[in-house]
């Protein structure tokens, strides 16, 4: 069981940067792989960053690559996301999520409620 709870979303200028951070409860995490997804209004969830349980493996999607970093602290059950360079394109409703090591969400079994990002031009 994992229950994850994102925070760190906030509106920021184009340029600027943000880090987001996801705790998860519970005595598993450190068993998943942990990923952020993101939503932008009507659009489909897009994969933006994974990261394997060792927190050694990583992936990123190709709108964020060299941008953003993700990493994991499973001493205190927390990933975060680290985001630099931020573009209008990256606003959108930013997902925690647990499960295996992929960039298709099908393979992530527990999400957090989501925390937005909004980049203004």
């Known amino acids: 069981q994992a229950q994850l709870g994102e925070s760190g979303g906030a509106l920021v200028q184009a340029g600027g940067s943000l880090r987001l951070s996801c705790a998860a409860s519970g005595r598993t995490f450190s068993s998943y792989a942990m990923a952020w997804f993101r939503q932008a209004p009507g659009k489909e969830r897009e994969f933006a960053a994974a990261?394997?349980?060792?927190?050694?493996?990583?992936i990123y999607g190709e709108s964020v690559k060299g941008r953003f970093t993700i990493s994991r602290d499973n001493t205190r059950n927390t990933v975060y996301l680290q985001m630099n360079s931020l573009e209008p394109e990256d606003t959108a409703v930013y997902y925690c999520?647990?499960?295996?090591?992929?960039?298709?969400?099908?393979?992530?079994?527990?999400w957090g409620q989501g925390t937005q990002v909004t980049v203004s031009s």
């Open positions: 990261i394997s349980q060792s927190g050694i493996s990583t």
């Open positions: 999520s647990a499960g295996g090591l992929s960039v298709n969400w099908r393979s992530y079994v527990y």
